[in-house]
C-alpha cells in the first residue's frame, strides 16, 4: 500500500494529470453526450408498447428466423443519419430521395414489420410511440431473440439481452446523400472507420463491439467483391482475407454486381448471435475489410480478442453500446413528431 502511495504523482499535479486523461479513456469508452431518453418512457402512455413490439418481432422471427438481422441494422442506419430519428423509414418523395434509396440502404430489409408494429400501436396508443423508438425497441428484441443465453433464460429475466432507452421523436427529413456520407462502408480502414464512430460521440470500444452485430445475417458480393479480384495497384486480393476463405468466396461471387447471391457473416450460424464473429475476424474470415480492420489498431485488436474468449463480456459490453448508440443525436421533448406512419411525415 506505502509503495502504491509513493508511486502516485503528488495532489497538486493529480487534477491536470486527470483532465488530460480524460479524452483518452472518452476516446475508448464512447458515450460523450448523455440524452433525456428513459428506460420505460411509454410505462404510463403506453403500457403495452414494449409487448406489443416484442409481440410483433416474436411472430416475424418464428416464420422466418433471418429477420433478426436486418431489424438489428436498420437501427444502425438510422442512428448514423440525423441521429435515431426513424429518417431512415420515410419514403423518397418528388422532390427529395429519402436515405431509404442511398446505395448502402439498397439491401435494408423487414420494413414490413415495422409498419405491422406500428399498426397495432396505432390502434392501441395512437400518436405516441415514435418509429425511431420502435426501431430501438425490434432491435433489441431481434438480438434478444437470436441469443441462445436469453432465449433459455440465462441472462436476464424479462428475457432481454440489455435493457433499452425510449422518449425519441421522429425526424421530418432525409437524405440519401447525407446516407451515403455518414455510413460506414465496408471498403474502410480502421483510421476512417474510428473517425466515422467519433463523429457520432462513439468510442473505440463500442466500434469494436457493435462490429459483432455481424455475428447475424447476410452480405451480398458488391460488399466484399473488392476484395477477391484487382484489390489495389499493389495486391490482387485483400492481403486481410484468408487465401482458402477467398477461394471459397470466389466461387460464390463471380460477378461484382450481383445482388442476389447471399454470403453468410458467420457460415452456418448467421441467425444465432454468439462471439463466433470474433473468431472469424482474428482467422482472416472477416467478410468485410472493415471487419478485419480492427486487427489493425492496439486497442480494437485487444477487444477482438477479449470478445472470443469470453462471449459474457460481449454480451454486456454490445448491449452498453447499443444504448450508446441509440443516444446518437436523438429529438426529444417538443422535437420532431410522433409519425401516424413510419414511411411518411404527418
Ligand atoms: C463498423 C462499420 C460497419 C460497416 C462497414 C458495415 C457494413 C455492412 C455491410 C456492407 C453489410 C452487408 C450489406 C449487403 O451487402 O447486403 C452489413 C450487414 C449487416 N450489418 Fe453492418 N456494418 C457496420 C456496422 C454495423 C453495426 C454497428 C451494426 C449493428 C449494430 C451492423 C449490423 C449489420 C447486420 C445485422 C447486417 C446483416 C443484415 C442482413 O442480413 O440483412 N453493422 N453491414
Same mark, same amino acid.
Not at 460481449?314 to 453500446?321: A, I, K, L, P
Given at each position: 500500500?506505502?509503495?502504491?502511495?509513493?508511486?502516485?504523482?503528488?495532489?497538486?499535479?493529480?487534477?491536470?494529470?486527470?483532465?488530460?486523461?480524460?479524452?483518452?479513456?472518452?476516446?475508448?469508452?464512447?458515450?460523450?453526450?448523455?440524452?433525456?431518453?428513459?428506460?420505460?418512457?411509454? @410505462?404510463?402512455?403506453?403500457?403495452?408498447?414494449?409487448?406489443?413490439?416484442?409481440?410483433?418481432?416474436?411472430?416475424?422471427?418464428?416464420?422466418?428466423?433471418?429477420?433478426?438481422?436486418?431489424?438489428? @441494422?436498420?437501427?444502425?442506419?438510422?442512428?448514423?443519419?440525423?441521429?435515431?430519428?426513424?429518417?431512415?423509414?420515410?419514403?423518397?418523395?418528388?422532390?427529395?430521395?429519402?436515405?431509404?434509396? &442511398?446505395?448502402?440502404?439498397?439491401?435494408?430489409?423487414?420494413?414490413?414489420?415495422?409498419?405491422?408494429?406500428?399498426?397495432?400501436?396505432?390502434?392501441?396508443?395512437?400518436?405516441?410511440?415514435?418509429?425511431?423508438?420502435?426501431? &430501438?425497441?425490434? &432491435?433489441?428484441?431481434?438480438?434478444?431473440?437470436?441469443?441462445?443465453?436469453?432465449?433459455?433464460?440465462?441472462?436476464?429475466?424479462?428475457?432481454?439481452?440489455?435493457?433499452?432507452?425510449?422518449?425519441?421523436?421522429?425526424?421530418?427529413?432525409?437524405? %440519401?446523400?447525407?446516407?451515403?456520407?455518414?455510413?460506414?462502408?465496408? =471498403?474502410?480502414?480502421?483510421?476512417?472507420?474510428?473517425?466515422? =464512430?467519433?463523429?457520432?460521440?462513439?468510442?473505440?470500444?463500442?466500434?469494436?463491439?457493435?462490429?459483432?452485430?455481424?455475428?447475424?445475417?447476410?452480405?451480398?458480393?458488391?460488399?466484399?467483391?473488392?476484395?477477391?479480384?484487382?484489390?489495389?495497384?499493389?495486391?490482387?486480393?485483400?492481403?486481410?482475407?484468408?487465401?482458402?476463405? %477467398?477461394?471459397?468466396?470466389?466461387?460464390?461471387?463471380?460477378?461484382?454486381?450481383?445482388?442476389?447471391?447471399?454470403?453468410?457473416?458467420?457460415?452456418?450460424?448467421?441467425?444465432?448471435?454468439?462471439?463466433?464473429?470474433?473468431?472469424?475476424?482474428?482467422?482472416?474470415?472477416?467478410?468485410?475489410?472493415?471487419?478485419?480492420?480492427?486487427?489493425?489498431?492496439?486497442?480494437?485488436?485487444?477487444?477482438?480478442?477479449?470478445?472470443?474468449?469470453?462471449?459474457?463480456?460481449?454480451?454486456?459490453? =454490445?448491449?452498453?453500446?447499443?444504448?450508446?448508440?441509440?443516444?446518437?443525436?436523438?429529438?426529444?421533448?417538443?422535437?420532431?413528431?410522433?409519425? @401516424? @406512419?413510419?414511411?411518411?411525415?404527418?
Amino acid at each position: 500500500m506505502a509503495m502504491w502511495v509513493s508511486l502516485l504523482p503528488p495532489p497538486r499535479l493529480l487534477l491536470p494529470l486527470l483532465v488530460l486523461l480524460l479524452p483518452v479513456v472518452a476516446a475508448v469508452h464512447g458515450g460523450y453526450g448523455h440524452s433525456n431518453l428513459t428506460v420505460g418512457f411509454y @410505462r404510463h402512455s403506453c403500457p403495452d408498447a414494449e409487448a406489443i413490439v416484442r409481440e410483433v418481432v416474436a411472430e416475424a422471427v418464428e416464420d422466418d428466423r433471418t429477420v433478426t438481422a436486418p431489424l438489428l @441494422r436498420l437501427h444502425f442506419h438510422d442512428c448514423f443519419v440525423r441521429g435515431c430519428d426513424a429518417s431512415v423509414l420515410l419514403n423518397s418523395t418528388k422532390n427529395n430521395t429519402a436515405e431509404k434509396d &442511398a446505395k448502402p440502404n439498397h439491401t435494408l430489409d423487414a420494413f414490413d414489420v415495422i409498419d405491422t408494429i406500428k399498426e397495432k400501436l396505432e390502434k392501441k396508443c395512437p400518436r405516441t410511440v415514435s418509429c425511431a423508438d420502435i426501431l &430501438a425497441i425490434a &432491435a433489441r428484441d431481434a438480438v434478444s431473440l437470436a441469443t441462445k443465453v436469453v432465449t433459455k433464460g440465462e441472462w436476464r429475466k424479462d428475457g432481454n439481452l440489455y435493457e433499452v432507452e425510449t422518449g425519441r421523436r421522429d425526424g421530418r427529413e432525409s437524405s %440519401a446523400k447525407e446516407a451515403a456520407v455518414h455510413l460506414p462502408d465496408s =471498403f474502410d480502414g480502421i483510421l476512417k472507420l474510428i473517425a466515422r =464512430f467519433k463523429s457520432k460521440g462513439l468510442g473505440l470500444k463500442d466500434l469494436a463491439v457493435l462490429s459483432g452485430a455481424h455475428a447475424l445475417g447476410n452480405s451480398h458480393c458488391p460488399s466484399m467483391e473488392k476484395r477477391l479480384r484487382n484489390f489495389t495497384a499493389q495486391y490482387d486480393m485483400d492481403p486481410t482475407l484468408d487465401t482458402a476463405y %477467398a477461394a471459397t468466396l470466389k466461387q460464390q461471387c463471380t460477378k461484382p454486381e450481383d445482388n442476389e447471391t447471399e454470403l453468410a457473416m458467420v457460415p452456418g450460424s448467421s441467425t444465432t448471435f454468439d462471439a463466433t464473429y470474433y473468431r472469424l475476424v482474428t482467422e482472416k474470415k472477416g467478410l468485410f475489410h472493415s471487419d478485419e480492420a480492427l486487427l489493425s489498431n492496439g486497442a480494437t485488436r485487444m477487444l477482438v480478442y477479449s470478445y472470443m474468449r469470453s462471449e459474457r463480456r460481449f454480451f454486456s459490453d =454490445f448491449g452498453v453500446s447499443m444504448l450508446n448508440m441509440g443516444r446518437v443525436d436523438v429529438l426529444t421533448g417538443r422535437d420532431g413528431e410522433i409519425r @401516424r @406512419r413510419c414511411a411518411v411525415v404527418n
